[in-house]
């Protein structure tokens, strides 16, 4: 995973100290990486379905009583 392109969140600022979770998209096939930019050896793999239903769930506020 060394090539893999790393995306940020635009919501956690432009500062390189700011600690998020990063997203990437697999270089071949259907799955999406997740992982903590504090600790980036740590990846969680999903599909892309998965993940859109859980970022659909997240912007409906399902998940509201966690945080």
Do not use: Y
Not at 3 to 31: I, M, P, R, Y
Not at 32 to 59: M, W
């Amino acid at each position: 995973m060394s090539e893999t392109t790393w995306q940020k969140s635009s919501f956690s600022g432009g500062d390189a100290e700011n600690n998020c979770l990063e997203l990437a998209a697999s270089e071949t096939g259907d799955l999406r990486h997740l992982r903590e930019s504090d600790d980036p050896n740590v990846i969680v793999t999903t599909s892309a379905p998965k993940l859109r239903a859980f970022i659909l769930g997240v912007k409906a506020g399902e998940f509201d009583h966690l945080v």
